[in-house]
């Protein structure tokens, strides 16, 4: 019996298991930081709910590339396509975020909140792929549009002029 449990825990696959874990810390905090944007907002979902969205999504994608890398442990009939996996880690989040949205006295609230969710999944994607660059820019962005723009658009509004 322990050598069962053994084999099952050594069952190895061409990524080393360092980097999966590395992956997943750096989704978390890559997601982490927009979640905490959204927190310090007091918005519905803010830093929990962004770092569990970009884990999910990196952990989906990790065993996408598991998938794909163990072709051999799955019968002939089994066909596989990796863009499925980022088509329901993408429709998924989207039914999440929406529940985020609201319309309510003629106004929408929530609705940057739910886009943030939407590319926590998308940045959990990415990280998950191994594509740091595209992952680390996209929190960058992100980040400057949620936070900087807000900024800019309180001067502009708030301006008397």
Known sequence: ?????????????????????????????????IGFEREIQRRPA??????LIGLAATVYTLMM??????PEAFDDHISMDPVRVIESITSGVAFLAAGIVIFTQGQVKGLTTGASMWLAAAIG?????GQWPLAVSTTGIALTIIYALRQFEAAVLDDPD
């Not at 069952?11 to 890559?30: D, Q, T």
């Not at 994607?125 to 792929?129: D, E, I, R, S």
Request: aromatic share 10%; with cysteine; hydrophobic share 60%.
């Open 125 to 129: 994607t990415a990280v998950g792929l």
């Open 1 to 33: 019996m322990w050598n069962a449990i053994e084999n099952e825990l050594s069952a190895g696959w061409s990524l080393p298991w360092g980097i999966a874990a590395f992956r997943l810390l750096g989704s978390v905090l890559l997601c982490g930081l």
């Open 65 to 70: 590339l598991f998938l794909i890398d163990a």
């Open 46 to 51: 803010g830093l929990r709910t962004h770092m």
